[in-house]
């Protein structure tokens, strides 16, 4: 079955770097673009960006430009995301979500996330 | 950026009731626009796509409908398993937004 497995749970001091993988599997990993999305406690949800898993190409959210970093290891299936500077307002729970397949003639910029990972939970605190 | 604003932000209801909760852009987005439901402590889940395709799986008493600006998700018969937030989202920007998210709640 299509699976997004996260990495664990992660403690940071403000100024630190984070970087959480998500691993895919059950399906043809450089075939669907894969999105990141953040969510900080009781509050909605916030885009981050994509990458295409196959040519490595990304684009980020303008609130996280000069800050995050997405790459991917077709070799292992796995997409990683990168944040730099930490600061409290970072703190929330960091989910990968794989975006759904583009039909033929697809014209919108993006496309809805059908299968998200369970979230990885990033503290940042002194 | 587009922005998303769902109406209510909470509602309260029992079960077996028609719910619709509403997502209106600012601007038009043709049918570009998914809702999820997210359960305390799990990841959203996809319910509609494209405005209004039924992910598969999802029970058929959940329906979208809309384009443009104005879209609306339907629960035709509340089930216990409903109560949740809901979030719509738009794809057709250079950036994703979600809505703000509804709460519902058992009455």
């Known amino acids: 079955q299509v699976q997004l497995v996260q990495s664990g749970a992660e403690v940071k001091k403000p100024g630190a770097s984070v970087k959480v993988s998500c691993k895919a599997s059950?399906?043809?990993?450089?075939?669907?673009?894969m999105h990141w999305v953040r969510q900080a406690p009781g509050q909605g949800l916030e885009w981050m960006g994509i990458i295409n898993p196959s040519g490595g190409s990304t684009s980020y959210a303008q609130k996280f430009q000069g800050r995050v970093t997405m790459t991917r290891d077709t070799s292992t299936s796995t997409v990683y995301m990168e944040l730099s500077s930490l600061r409290s307002e970072d703190t929330a729970v960091y989910y990968c979500a794989r975006e759904g397949a583009r039909p033929p003639g697809y014209y919108y910029y993006y496309y809805y996330m059908d299968v998200w990972g369970k979230g990885t939970t990033v503290t940042v605190s002194s | 950026a587009i922005q998303l604003t769902q109406s209510p932000s909470s509602l309260s209801a029992s079960v077996g009731d028609r719910v619709t909760i509403t997502c209106r852009a600012s601007q038009g987005i043709s049918s570009a626009l998914a809702w999820y439901q997210q359960k305390p402590g799990k990841a959203p889940k996809l319910l509609i796509y494209d405005a209004s395709s039924l992910e598969s799986g999802v029970p058929s008493r959940f329906s979208g409908s809309g384009s443009g600006t104005d879209f609306t998700l339907t629960i035709s018969s509340l089930q216990p398993e409903d109560f949740a937030t809901y979030y719509c989202q738009q794809f057709n920007s250079y950036a994703i937004t979600f809505g703000q998210g509804t709460r519902l709640e058992i009455k």
């Open positions: 059950g399906y043809t990993f450089t075939s669907y673009y």
